[in-house]
């Protein structure tokens, strides 16, 4: 059964692999951004996208004698995870040790790409985790890489906008709806905030916020696969988001878009509902009005008295089946970033947001006042709190696709205004329900 599950979604990575124009990779070694610093170590090759991940590889170079990391940056996000399914498809040219987003990891253990890192050493480093991160990476007893960074989620906004409408940041939805209309009673020439339907990530955060659970899957029974994205939670938020696009309350553009990086920063957005990196995000764009006051605050909830935290993005390190050198790979996705020295890079010089608690916890990191806020401390404020409640999400073995079925739905809900929001989540139901099938799962 495993095998007919992996050769069906391998069909589907080699056709994304065809989409993109990829060829194979060729040999993961053949070539490192960095330089070694002791070429008789063992070399262990890594693929990876952080911004100034190489001050971090020749920190930890410096401080290892028995392996040294060779890194590659293989493209980001879907670039990196289509040579990497070629290379799982050829039985060749994978890195030792990769980047991966949490929610993709379902989607290559199932295709025996990962290596299970409980037998590794694991056990030695879950303590320097929080109950949330670690069950991102874990799939019942299996673990399949180490957490590196997190985006548990709070709400940031222009205070010079909401001040001069005299508007309080909200901190439940009723509250965000309510300033979302005095914003457009007021005639601003902006919108409170965007729903973009491409937000993917974005939107199922939005729906476990509201008690969503879409999918319960566990490594060790790999055939077997529980579906339910049409549960009343993530009705109401979609219900809730076609109401305000409804209303014109709210944009409906599409994240991630030159127009939609203007926007953030034009004023265009009084809110912008994010995710811990968002604040690097913000403060890497162009065009930034001088005379913003942005601030940050706890993402809205629907209860006040019982909040729940979610989370958006995040990383990890995986070792892959094809590493030569598993222990060694294992003590490189373990140790990396395993430093305070090398999280400090990778918070100042990457805005990344730590999951490894040494440094999550360290007055350093509570401390830290950023002048983009007029120095507020964002972390201790808002994503602080927002990380130690947030309790961990199961992903599916076929996230993309899951997701892409999502876009098209919320599309046709708060762009095309084709659809309601509770026929449009029982279609996408219907329609994961039948891949699954076709992909040779049992549905629970």
């Avoid at 007919?4 to 070694?29: D, K, M, W």
């Avoid at 916020?209 to 339910?228: C, L, R």
């Avoid at 490189?332 to 430093?339: C, N, S, W, Y």
Wanted: aromatic share 12%; charged share 20%.
């Amino acid at each position: 059964m495993k095998n007919r599950l992996i050769a069906g979604l391998g069909v589907v990575a080699v056709a994304a692999a065809a989409l993109t124009g990829c060829a194979a990779s060729g040999s993961a070694e053949a070539s490192c951004t960095n330089k070694i610093l002791k070429p008789d170590a063992t070399q262990v090759s890594v693929w990876a996208w952080y911004p100034s991940f190489e001050d971090v590889v020749d920190l930890f170079n410096e401080n290892h004698d028995d392996v040294q990391i060779c890194w590659t940056n293989a493209g980001q996000g879907n670039d990196e995870y289509t040579k990497f399914s070629t290379s799982i498809e050829s039985g060749s040219g994978a890195p030792d040790v990769i980047m991966l987003e949490a929610e993709v990891l379902s989607s290559f253990s199932i295709r025996d790409a990962l290596v299970d890192l409980s037998q590794y050493g694991a056990a030695d480093v879950k303590a320097n985790y929080t109950d949330g991160a670690w069950k991102d990476v874990s799939s019942g007893d299996a673990v399949y890489a180490i957490p590196v960074d997190g985006g548990p989620m709070g709400m940031l906004y222009r205070k010079d906008i909401l001040d001069k409408y005299g508007i309080a940041a909200p901190t439940t939805w009723a509250e965000f709806a309510d300033a979302a209309q005095k914003l457009k009673d007021a005639g601003a020439p902006g919108v409170l905030a965007n729903f973009p339907p491409n937000g993917r990530a974005f939107t199922q955060a939005l729906f476990a916020q509201a008690g969503s659970t879409p999918f319960e899957y566990d490594s060790a029974s790999p055939q077997d696969i529980s579906i339910d994205v049409n549960d009343a939670g993530s009705k109401k938020v979609l219900s809730y988001w076609q109401d305000l696009a409804a209303k014109g309350l709210v944009a409906v553009d599409e994240a991630f878009t030159a127009d939609y990086n203007t926007k953030l920063v034009d004023g265009s957005y009084a809110i912008y509902v994010a995710a811990a990196w968002g604040p690097g995000y913000l403060q890497g764009l162009e065009g930034t009005d001088e005379s913003a006051q942005w601030r940050a605050a706890p993402i809205p909830q629907w209860d006040a008295a019982q909040p729940v935290q979610v989370n958006w993005g995040g990383s990890t390190f995986a070792v892959t089946s094809q590493a030569k050198d598993k222990e060694a790979a294992a003590t490189v996705a373990k140790e990396i970033f395993g430093t305070e020295e090398a999280w400090k890079i990778g918070i100042e010089k990457a805005a990344l947001f730590p999951l490894w608690k040494p440094i999550l916890e360290s007055d350093y990191f509570r401390d830290l006042e950023y002048p983009f806020f007029g120095g507020q401390q964002i972390n201790k404020e808002v994503f602080l709190p927002a990380a130690a409640g947030y309790s961990g999400f199961t992903f599916s073995p076929f996230q993309n696709y899951a997701y892409d079925q999502l876009q098209q739905q919320v599309t046709a809900v708060v762009v095309d205004k084709s659809k309601d929001a509770a026929p449009a989540l029982d279609d996408l139901q219907t329609t994961l329900e039948q891949y699954a099938k076709e992909q040779g799962f049992t549905l629970g």
